[in-house]
T-cell receptor, first 116, second 113 residues
Framework: AQSVSQHNHHVILSEAASLELGCNYS??????LFWYVQYPGQHLQLLLK??????LVKGIKGFEAEFIKSKFSFNLRKPSVQWSDTAEYFC??????????????FGKGTHLIIQP | DAGVIQSPRHEVTEMGQEVTLRCKPI?????LFWYRQTMMRGLELLIY????????DSGMPEDRFSAKMPNASFSTLKIQPSEPRDSAVYFC???????????FGEGSWLTVV
């Protein structure tokens, strides 16, 4: 079974600072990788995803993530954060087993607070 | 397009009562997932269905929990009897096939007192 580890549970940054949230997964086969964001009191929304191809993927709101297969990592980055980026960020993986869809396995989440 | 629709959005119930959460997946999606979110355990996959068939229910915490998907456009998650430790946000999600994005509903906020 796969597992996902997010290194930082809480991150506090000032506006305009650069962001990098770490994510590592454990699974030996082919995986699909996702970052979801959950704003306070809301549901999860997809930020970006990686299935195959270019390991550097760009998502909404200026976020990007890089898949490094040798490190089993899929870190999320944003060059300049805004106060509105305050939210919970979840890294997720699902294994590609060739059958129907498998459920996502989520990391514990990183609570990001952006100070004005 | 309508997203994943869940009901009720909020429910407060007394311990021992039956709770039924409902979900309508996005039209055309053939995979449906139930997740539970708590502060202590984060997001946990409870069960998922492919083409209305339960595939993996290993995440269902105990026999008090059951889920059904009688057709492609409707699923229920039932807790009977409910306990205070079941208090959580329950998310339903759906996707089309395996290599597609999983879309989440807005969640059902359950409080058992």
């Amino acid at each position: 079974a796969q597992s996902v580890s997010q290194h930082n549970h809480h991150v506090i940054l000032s506006e305009a600072a650069s962001l990098e949230l770490g994510c590592n997964y454990s699974y030996g086969g082919t995986v699909n990788l996702f970052w979801y964001v959950q704003y306070p009191g809301q549901h999860l929304q997809l930020l970006l995803k990686y299935f195959s191809g270019d390991p550097l993927v760009k998502g909404i709101k200026g976020f990007e993530a890089e898949f490094i297969k040798s490190k089993f990592s899929f870190n999320l980055r944003k060059p300049s954060v805004q106060w509105s980026d305050t939210a919970e960020y979840f890294c997720a993986v699902n294994a590609y087993s060739g059958g129907g869809a498998d459920g996502l396995t989520f990391g514990k989440g990183t609570h990001l607070i952006i100070q004005p | 397009d309508a997203g994943v629709i869940q009901s009720p959005r909020h429910e407060v119930t007394e311990m021992g009562q039956e709770v039924t959460l409902r979900c309508k997946p996005i039209s055309g999606h053939n995979s449906l997932f139930w997740y539970r979110q708590t502060m202590m355990r984060g997001l946990e996959l409870l069960i998922y269905f492919n083409n209305n068939v339960p595939i993996d229910d290993s995440g269902m915490p105990e026999d008090r929990f059951s889920a059904k998907m009688p057709n492609a456009s409707f699923s229920t998650l039932k807790i009977q009897p409910s306990e205070p430790r079941d208090s959580a946000v329950y998310f339903c999600a759906s996707s089309l096939g395996q290599r597609n994005t999983i879309y989440f509903g807005e969640g059902s906020w359950l409080t058992v007192v």
